[in-house]
């Protein structure tokens, strides 16, 4: 009997019926005439060969060639020779079949790697989820499932793009298999002020603070559950103010029940302190609570322009439940991101009525990293929004909008998601010559656009029934019926959607061989490079009326995917080989963190870029321990605010529970390490780095390789502050300290 080792190396009888079904189908699809006739006739010519090879084999003892390709080759031979048009249609059917039985493999693979731990990419891809825990991987596991089907929606093209790393199609194990949206502007003042329904419940406008906080965080579970990117409550201060108000009426009210002398004062102390434990119940939910996807909910609060007693309270009350951490233990928590407007007239200067809370945030972020501030005035003239517009999660940000009455809207807006090209790539093709650079990157940016436009047609004939949060109980603003479609809340610019980019530094080396800051020739050219990506947004949002932005990738993950991918197919060229070798692509336009430079100069390079990237920016520096020089951080600020629009302090703040150091562990391959004892216990060593735009805490939740290595790159910008120059900046301070060791100082 005819045997024929099949795909798994088992051995099984032939089947000629299977030819034969094969080739007819082929033919009918071809509309050949006589497909029967066909197939009969292939299968026929198919069998006698393979039985003559195999005679064949046995006369010469050895192994059979009787396997599935063979038989495929024979099949498609036979029908090139007599129907070609036919065998372009059977060949393209066994090339899908093939795709597919790929996928199943891959995914089976993908898996297993996932469950045994061993793919290192799958279980480091967000630094936000622990892959050890149960709802983590079983998130993990949807992902892997998703992303393969999602390679379905794709066309041929972009998802090859995506695949070869010439661009990245941001989060497919959510979108665009199901039609998630990405991050938002909660409409918290709406759904407090109104009520609206969670589940059975029915949840009515708070009367107190207390309630307020504690619906508030509720509110934010819900949201992130039904979205996958972070969930922004936007000017918290202003929202919970008129129930501190609430408050401050009752506790008034028991005070001249009971007689309470300094009945005023009394209603005072007790109103704090309920906006206090408000805030930090707040917290600490936030801190503990996972989503629906098995991570912390990625939640940023925005607050600093209210002026009043009851919006001070709030601030003051954020700001120090932050500076006192979590537990008896003091440790800094990860979320909420905190985010501080400063404006001339409000707390900028001594003078202005809240300076004392921007000296409360200055304490703050040199022991907790937090708040990052955005410069109110720059803000505005970026975004035209009469008031400083809050970041959508980590940095993604909105221009102004007015709905059909004319009235301008903020809250309750949201993006639809990120396609990130890969600039790197582009400079390794163009070998140094700017024509073609353009060339490339005008093809990629078609792609790029098509790919989002997926993103818009995923969201069609979607129902507001699929996530009620946000589409029927006002966390986007609006209140629809459950059979409405959803895509009309996102035309005409209500929401946004970005064109991301990568490794603006690595453009530099690889086209000029010099570090953009060393050259006016490289730096006037990555400025073009920008300039031609924002105004291909422009057009598109004016073609489609859709919010198309440019948006500097926070790139967590794709540092490390980009430059992996581009090592695996470049490395053999030296000039290539020496830019990617250090395992990583540096954050959107950011100066590289190797690079010895001081905050104000850090500050002036990256100065230009987020007029341009409007849709997503963030400039951060990293400094030592500031905790007793909180005037020379303020200078750091103040030059900020003048210069870019968005801004972060990176300071020490990690912690061993061993020894009782205190300030910033090594960096290494492996992990980190306490400089003092040499503790690497997870359990007992707090370790606590920004993720780009959030922070996050690697011990715990290890990043990925690439990461990792541009972490243990990461150098201080030190500068000396002297009081006699104001802002100028002196030459580096005292002692240059290797990347990733404890501390040092800049001196006032």
């Known amino acids: 009997m005819l045997k024929v080792i099949k795909r798994d190396g088992a051995k099984a009888a032939f089947e000629a019926s299977k030819i034969y079904d094969a080739c007819r189908r082929a ?31 046995l006369f010469n003892k050895t192994p059979s060639l009787l396997d599935i390709p063979t038989i495929q080759q024979l099949v498609e031979n036979a029908l090139m020779h007599d129907y070609p048009e036919v065998a372009r249609t059977y060949i393209q059917y066994r090339f899908e079949r093939d795709r597919i039985r790929a996928q199943g493999s891959e995914l089976h693979a993908k898996l297993m790697g996932l469950v045994n731990k ?46 070869s790393g010439d661009i990245h199609f941001h989060d497919l194990d959510y979108s665009p298999f199901l039609p998630f949206t ?18 059975n419940a029915k949840i009515e406008s708070p009367k107190s603070v207390g309630v307020a906080c504690a619906v508030t965080a509720q509110i934010i579970a819900q949201v992130a559950s039904h979205q996958y990117g972070g969930t922004t409550i936007p000017n918290i201060d202003q929202t919970l103010a008129p129930y501190v108000l609430k408050s401050y009426e009752k506790n008034l009210a028991v005070a001249h029940e009971y007689g309470i002398a300094e009945p005023e004062r009394y209603a005072k102390e007790r109103t704090e302190k309920e906006a206090y434990d408000g805030i930090q119940a707040c917290e600490y939910e936030i801190n503990t609570l996972f989503s629906s996807n098995g991570q912390q909910p990625f939640v940023t609060f925005s607050f600093g322009m209210g002026t009043s007693w009851a919006e001070r309270i709030i601030q003051q009350s954020i700001l120090r439940v932050r500076i006192k951490g979590l537990g008896k233990e003091g440790t800094t928590p990860v979320f909420p991101k905190l985010v501080f407007f400063i404006d001339e007239g409000i707390n900028l200067k001594p003078a202005d009525p809240n300076y004392d809370i921007k000296q409360l945030a200055l304490e703050c972020t040199s022991k907790r990293m937090y708040p990052d501030i955005i410069s109110a005035k720059l803000n505005r003239q970026i975004t035209g929004s009469s008031v400083p517009v809050s970041p959508m999660g980590c940095r993604s940000f909105l221009p102004a909008w007015r709905d059909e009455n004319g009235i301008e809207q903020l809250d309750g807006r949201n993006n639809l998601g990120v396609v990130s090209l890969n600039l790197p790539r582009i400079a390794i ?33 979607v129902k507001a029934n699929v996530a009620p949060i946000l589409y029927m109980e006002g966390a986007f603003g609006i209140r629809l019926q459950a059979t409405d479609d959803i895509i009309n809340i996102f035309k005409n610019g209500r929401a946004s959607i970005s064109l991301g980019f990568i490794g603006l530094h690595e453009v530099s080396t690889l086209m000029f061989g010099a570090h953009p800051e060393q050259s006016a020739t490289a730096r006037e050219f990555l400025h073009g490079v920008i300039q031609t990506m924002s105004e291909a947004t422009k057009r598109w949002k004016a073609e489609t009326g859709f919010g198309y932005s440019l948006y500097s990738t926070p790139s967590e993950s794709l540092c490390h995917r980009f430059c ?28 590289d963190v190797q690079h010895k430079v001081n905050p104000f100069e850090k500050i002036d390079f990256e100065t230009g870029y987020a007029e341009l990237a409007t849709g997503g920016h963030i400039t951060y520096v990293e400094l030592p321990n500031m905790k007793h020089n909180l005037l020379a951080l303020e200078r750091i600020w103040d030059y900020a605010v003048e210069k870019v629009p968005y801004f972060g302090s990176n300071t020490p703040v990690d912690a061993c529970g061993q020894c009782g150091f205190m300030g910033e562990t090594l960096a290494t391959l492996e992990g980190f390490t306490c400089p003092d004892c040499g503790n690497t216990d997870s359990a007992t060593l707090s370790v606590t780095r920004r993720v780009c735009g959030y922070l996050g805490s690697p011990n715990a939740r290890p990043f990925n390789a690439g990461k ?14 002297q009081k006699n120059y104001g802002y100028k900046a002196a030459e580096l301070i005292k002692k240059e300290l290797q990347a990733n060791t404890q501390e040092s100082y800049v001196s006032v």
Do not use: W
């Open 564 to 591: 992996k991918l581009d090592q695996q197919r470049f490395r053999t060229i030296p000039e290539v080989a020496e830019v990617i070798a250090k395992g990583y692509y540096t954050n959107s336009f950011h100066l």
């Open 27 to 57: 033919a009918t699809a071809a509309k050949y005439a006589e497909p029967e006739l066909l197939a009969e006739q292939i299968t026929t010519y198919v069998e006698n060969e393979c039985r003559r090879l195999n005679e064949a084999d």
């Open 429 to 461: 093709e163009a070998k140094g010559d700017q024509a073609h650079f353009a060339e490339i990157l005008q093809e990629r940016l078609q792609v790029c656009f098509r790919a989002l436009h997926l993103r818009i047609q995923r969201l069609e004939g």
């Open 118 to 163: 061993t793919d290192i990419d799958a279980t480091t891809e967000n630094a936000n989820k622990d892959a050890n825990v149960f709802p983590v991987m079983r998130d993990l596991m949807a992902g892997i499932v998703s992303k393969q089907f999602a390679s379905t929606f794709l066309p041929k093209d972009i998802l090859e793009a995506h695949n």
């Open 708 to 721: 990792q290595k541009e972490v243990m790159r990461r150098v201080k910008h030190y500068a000396q502050v």
């Open 182 to 199: 990405n991050c938002c502007l909660v409409d918290l003042k709406g759904m407090l002020r109104d009520g609206f329904r969670l589940g």
